[in-house]
């Protein structure tokens, strides 16, 4: 009876911190995407100098997000979105063009992230 328990108490665990680290980083993935909307606006209404400093707020925000993240989901979801967050600062200045596509493209990758890591019997078991 007490190894029925043990599992037990071992298995609930499990299923808590899986759930407690998908709402985590399903409630960072959307700040992330609320501020690559403020990027955008910035950058569409013509503040440049603005959308440089959130897209360099961003890329620290999404550095201390990776760190944790890492341990919680595989590291192929995070490096393409890890390459385009570092890029965008310097797109905005350089290549501007380009910086639409890309703000478009890092908030479906973070939605990806999001919903791959949203609470369901499959992820947390």
Same mark, same amino acid.
């Given at each position: #009876? ?9 298995? %609930? ?16 993935? =959307? ?27 961003? =890329? ?22 890890? #390459? ?9 200045? =350089? ?13 479906? #990758?973070? %939605? %990806? ?13």
């Amino acid at each position: #009876m007490t190894r029925l328990k043990i599992s037990i108490f071992i298995m %609930l665990s499990f299923v808590l911190i899986s759930t407690i680290s998908c709402r985590w980083i399903n409630k960072k993935c =959307d700040e992330m995407i609320f501020q690559v909307r403020e990027i955008s606006d910035s950058f569409s209404s013509g503040d440049t100098e603005n959308a440089v400093l959130l897209a360099q707020h961003l =890329d620290g925000y999404w550095e201390e997000f990776r760190k944790k993240a890492s341990v919680m989901v595989k590291t192929e979801r995070l490096s393409e979105t890890d #390459m385009i967050i570092s890029g965008i600062a310097v797109k905005i200045k =350089d290549t501007p063009q380009e910086v639409n596509y890309l703000l478009s493209e890092l908030s479906h #990758m973070i %939605l %990806l992230l999001k919903s791959s890591e949203t609470p369901s019997f499959s992820n947390i078991l």
